[in-house]
């Protein structure tokens, strides 16, 4: 079973009211909410990775990029013809600061985007991966105030 390298990418801005997290609100595969994500070209590093999905899916670049230990895998629920051969992602998780503002999101993808305060990201996120890498990330900004 092959398995796509790919990064997960926890989106976040420092504002009046603290921390925020950008959520995108997916149509393509699925529909819900998700923090951006994508996977690994050939030839490109994870970080590299992120910079590019983040640009990508968001219009933005990072004021700052942190990576954590955290990793984890899904299957996909179906075959998708763009991804001939995978069943499936390995991700690995980062954290991105971005300025607080409008974003670009690419919307062949995404059909809206939403700033938020971690309670209200961690309820609206649908996977298990994700709510914990949100709780990792948001336990890591915590910790540093």
Known sequence: MKFRKAVFIVVFAKTNQGIRYLLLKRKLHWTGWEF?????EENESKRSAVERELFEETG??????????????YRYRRK???????????FSLFAAEIENADVKI???????????SFNEAIK???????????????NWLSSRN
């Open 60 to 73: 933005k670049k990072a004021l700052r990029i942190k990576q954590f230990g955290f990793h984890g895998s």
């Open 124 to 138: 609206k996120l649908r996977f298990p991966n994700q709510k914990k890498s949100l709780k990792i990330v948001n």
């Open 106 to 116: 690419d919307t062949h993808e995404h059909s809206t985007y939403e700033w938020l």
């Open 80 to 90: 998708f013809p763009e991804r001939p051969g995978f069943f499936g992602q390995f």
């Open 36 to 40: 951006p994500k994508g996977g690994i």
